[in-house]
């Protein structure tokens, strides 16, 4: 039996305070809205019951908001794509900023089992005052629990049209990828944090947030193996190698309550459910 799930979230602004109204198809759901920080931010967490995708499965996961309206989306665990047979499974999340909306896209990894086939698309369109940071981590077998990822493949696909686009399929199989010094060298997690602005940054503000970031790196356990920099005008990328995801996830949260205070002068304040 497959699974076909969908959830569409909307955020608004109502009386200065950040609302979402959201509808599902199928074993997708929003939790209750928390406000830990005010009215202004709405965090949310996207849960899907099954606990992972199979072959033929999908997600639909849609996503938009306007006004000054800003939405934190993150997930209690992991996504699972688990062994396939035929068909691929598949998420697609499209996210639609208007306005001067903002979010903060966070979930946790994917994590792509031995033998998977599996998709995991993410689009992005703002509008030119609009804001996003984002993040987007995950982990190739469970290299902790001696189940390494040696058959399958994991096709990603980031996009915001127009303006960039990484996009790559990585076949277990490929032993130049997956342990070359050009491809992940023997990492078994990738991870990218991204700052996106619907137009070009200031100069001052997009140099800071580089050198914020890579003080950051130069001080983790991992800076031999990440780097920060800016495809263009209106992305900022922070891109990191590891052997396990803990590693990444800690680096990946610095810099994204750095960027938070300095692009967007908000305090440290990590989702609940993070901490339980």
């Known amino acids: 039996m497959t699974w076909h799930a969908q959830l569409n979230m909307d955020y608004r602004t109502l009386q200065q305070r950040t609302v979402v109204r959201h509808s599902h198809k199928g074993p997708l759901r929003l939790l209750q809205s928390l406000y830990p920080e005010g009215d202004a931010i709405c965090h949310n967490v996207l849960v899907h019951p099954p606990g992972g995708l199979v072959g033929g499965d999908t997600l639909a996961i849609d996503i938009s908001a306007s006004g000054s309206a800003h939405g934190l989306v993150t997930t209690p665990g992991a996504t699972r794509f688990y062994r396939c047979a035929a068909e691929p499974a598949i998420q697609r999340s499209h996210i639609s900023l208007a306005d001067q909306a903002r979010l903060e896209w966070l979930p946790l990894e994917a994590i ?19 804001e996003l940071i984002g993040w987007d981590i995950t982990a190739f077998g469970l290299p902790a629990a001696s189940l390494p990822f040696e058959q399958g493949s994991f096709l990603q696909h980031i996009e915001v049209p ?115």
Request: aromatic share 6%; with cysteine.
């Open 112 to 130: 792509a089992y031995n033998q998977c086939q599996a998709e995991n698309h993410l689009i992005l369109k703002l509008s030119r005052q609009a």
């Open 162 to 276: 127009g303006v960039w686009l990484e996009r790559g399929r990585l076949d277990a199989a490929d032993t130049r990828l997956m342990d070359g010094p050009t491809g992940l060298a023997g990492q078994r997690c990738m991870a990218s944090l991204f700052f996106v602005s619907g137009a070009a940054l200031d100069r001052n503000r997009r140099e800071a947030g580089l050198a914020l970031a890579r003080d950051i790196v130069a001080n983790h356990a991992l800076d031999a193996t990440a780097g920060v920099t800016c495809p263009n005008s209106q992305v900022m990328v922070l891109r990191v190698l590891s052997p396990l995801v803990e590693p990444a996830v800690h680096l990946l949260r610095q810099v994204w309550l750095g960027w938070r205070a300095h692009f967007w002068q908000l305090p440290a304040v990590s989702p609940r459910i993070w901490s339980t």
